[in-house]
């Protein structure tokens, strides 16, 4: 199957900075990139749609200036959480569409 | 809204049984629908789909079925083994006229696997 990476796979920061994760479709080009956050024993959460080459499309409830989205070519979509709390800590997961929907590792943030 | 539901949240089999893993959906219009299993720490693989069009389709050890009468997936593994031990979600597809269209996911199985 297709091959999504994320980076970084885990991050610890302070309260109030703000921490990028990549998201990389590696063997193919994906207009279209989802983000999910997850929280321990719950299900996958969709937080945006991130669309290559315009404006991402957020989910009711999800603060677009909080949560930064960039998808400035077909193989990279970055997620930045900006001003992190630490209710932000969470499993962050994105995903790609190729034949089929394929998810990346996963990033692990924590925040202090 | 819309939702996807289990109607177990944690299954415990026998190591050579076969698994039945349950997923109600509430989206009539939804066109696809993926099974994916989760590793502690680690993103959903993809397991098997199926198009709204089928109703059963086959892969290696697994088998989904689609009953769009009473909305309704499962999922069943053959021969259940120590390493099928994890969570299992059911995904569908909302496809709009725009022709975007985004995953709704539902709660999740654990299935544990007794030696």
């Known amino acids: 199957g297709a091959v999504v990476s994320q980076h970084p796979s885990w991050v610890i920061c302070k309260s109030g900075t703000s921490v990028k994760i990549e998201c990389r479709s590696l063997?193919?080009?994906?207009?279209?990139m989802f983000w999910y956050r997850q929280f321990p024993k719950q299900s996958l959460m969709l937080m945006a749609t991130s669309n290559e080459g315009s404006k991402a499309t957020y989910e009711q409830g999800v603060e677009k200036d909080k949560f930064l989205i960039n998808h400035a070519s077909l193989t990279l979509s970055t997620l930045t959480v900006t001003s992190a709390h630490p209710e932000d800590s969470s499993f962050y997961i994105c995903?790609?569409?190729?034949?089929?929907?394929?998810f990346g590792p996963g990033t692990r943030l924590l925040v202090l | 809204g819309e939702s996807v539901g289990l109607h177990l949240p944690t299954l415990s089999v026998q190591e050579g049984d076969n698994s039945i893993i349950n997923c109600a959906y509430s989206n009539s219009a939804s066109d696809y629908f993926i099974w994916y299993k989760q590793e502690s720490g680690k993103g959903p693989q993809f397991i098997i789909d199926?198009?709204?069009?089928?109703d059963k389709r086959q892969g290696q050890r697994v088998t989904v079925l689609l009953n769009k009468t009473v909305k309704h997936l499962s999922l069943q593994i053959a021969a259940t083994q120590p390493g099928d031990s994890a969570v299992y979600f059911c995904a569908e597809r909302d496809t709009f006229t725009s022709g975007t269209y985004k995953y709704i996911f539902g709660t999740g199985t654990r299935l544990k696997v007794l030696a």
């Open positions: 995903s790609a569409n190729s034949g089929t929907q394929y």
């Open positions: 063997d193919f080009q994906a207009t279209t």
């Open positions: 199926i198009r709204s069009n089928m």
